[in-house]
């Protein structure tokens, strides 16, 4: 048995020269893929405690806010008639706003009039029934993040145009 003197790897014979370079070569693939190896499980890890925090998904508008929608608001903000002027079946209607102007500001819940109108219970109309607490967090969150769209069922940001 001898060691090699490039990599300190213990030989188990005498190779020809041509033997140990090939040897080196899977060494070096080996390396390389344990060190990939070791990143994709550090993801993985992460992917795992993501999910356990709940943080797994991000909110769009498709999956999680048109649901809503449609079961508590569309009647009257959609389907043929358009209370206000104001239309909620499709994220750029909703920016797009009514009489009172634009409902959603991305990333500023604060500033949009349809946290405001929900948040207040004034939306849906009380006879309708305010929608729940978990509902309007959930509406928060996505404005707050920039109320993200799903293309293809890939999340993606709505692209804002500068002059």
Not at 4 to 24: K, T
Not at 53 to 68: C, L, S, V
Not at 117 to 141: H, N, T, V, Y
């Amino acid at each position: 048995m001898r060691i090699d003197e490039n990599s300190g790897i213990r030989l188990a014979r005498e190779a020809p020269p041509a033997a140990n370079g090939e040897l080196m070569e899977r060494l070096l693939y080996a390396r390389k893929l344990a060190r990939f190896g070791g990143a994709l499980a550090l993801a993985a890890f992460h992917l795992v405690l993501s999910s356990a925090r709940g943080e797994d998904e991000r909110i769009t508008f498709e999956k999680h806010i048109a649901p809503i929608f449609q079961a508590r608001c569309v009647k009257c903000h959609g389907e043929g008639k358009l209370e206000g002027g104001l239309d909620l079946r499709r994220k750029f209607l909703l920016a797009k706003g009514g009489d009172s102007g634009t409902a959603l500001v991305e990333g500023k819940p604060e500033e949009s009039l349809l946290i405001e109108k929900i948040s207040k219970g004034e939306m849906p109309p009380k006879e309708e029934g305010k929608l729940d607490d978990k509902q309007i967090e959930l509406i928060r969150r996505w404005v707050s993040a920039g109320a993200p769209i799903a293309r293809n069922g890939v999340p993606v940001r709505t692209l804002r145009m500068t002059p």
